[in-house]
């Protein structure tokens, strides 16, 4: 991917990776875990639900319909295809691998004083990993990766909203640091196979696929 030399939204995620690798080397998920639980107020308990719902899969489906009708065909299919492919790895990871692996608030309630957001209802099981965080860096690598040009700013802000997802699920006891940090891995490997595959490979000719590059509601000329 050439972009990833020069797109600061990677070096972002790239400082992350390492930050977050040494991270989970230091610490046990139980201490970073209070760390976060413990560093609660009435204004983040607000906000938390709604930075969480972005990483809502009826989010990126509702994207991709209107990609399809207003952009082009090509743009909706990627977006749906990242989503589904990064969406199955995480359901594969939780329901067939690391099954029934407890949600934080679930693993120490009961022998600890954990923060739980008033009004929110958490999961139990089937902690690793997590599926909005994958989904939100899902939809930031690939946009990233479709709009290389896209301005600076613009590009930090989608990566502190995708990071702002991954806290918010340590912050409302649904995630450990290390779900969130694979989340992220499996969401970003996604759109780059997707991306490449619908722009760089197979379908990136314009004269073999055309249909490709209209909306649903444009008339073939």
């Known amino acids: 991917m050439k972009h990833l030399k020069i797109n600061i939204f990677f070096w972002f ?3 992350f990776l390492l930050v977050g690798l040494v991270i989970n080397f230091m610490f046990s998920q139980k201490q970073i875990f209070f760390w976060v639980n413990t560093r609660y ?31 082009n065909i090509r743009l909706g299919l990627a977006i749906f295809a990242s989503y589904a492919l990064e969406g199955i790895a ?26 739980l957001v008033p009004d929110f209802i958490p999961y139990s099981n089937n902690s690793f990993p997590s599926g909005h965080t994958a989904t939100a860096f899902c939809m930031a690598a690939l946009f990233v990766l479709l709009y290389p040009k896209m301005n600076r700013i613009w590009q ?33 490997l996604s759109s780059m196979l997707v991306y490449y595959y619908f722009y760089r490979y197979k379908y990136n000719s314009n004269r073999r696929y055309p249909w490709l590059d209209r909306t649903l509601v444009t008339k073939k000329k």
């Not at 594969?92 to 022998?111: M, S």
């Open 41 to 71: 107020s009435h204004t983040l308990d607000s906000i938390m639900p709604y930075c969480t719902d972005i990483g809502n899969g009826f989010f990126c489906v509702a994207i991709a319909i209107l990609a399809l009708f207003i952009i």
């Open 90 to 115: 995480v359901q594969v990871l939780k329901q067939a691998i690391f099954t029934g692996r407890p949600r934080p608030w679930a693993q120490y309630a009961d022998n600890h004083a954990v923060h």
């Open 13 to 15: 995620y790239l400082v």
């Open 156 to 188: 930090v802000l989608i990566f502190i909203i995708s990071a702002s997802v991954a806290y918010s699920r340590i912050y409302l006891s649904q995630h450990y640091f290390v779900d969130i940090y694979v989340g992220s891995i499996v969401g970003v």
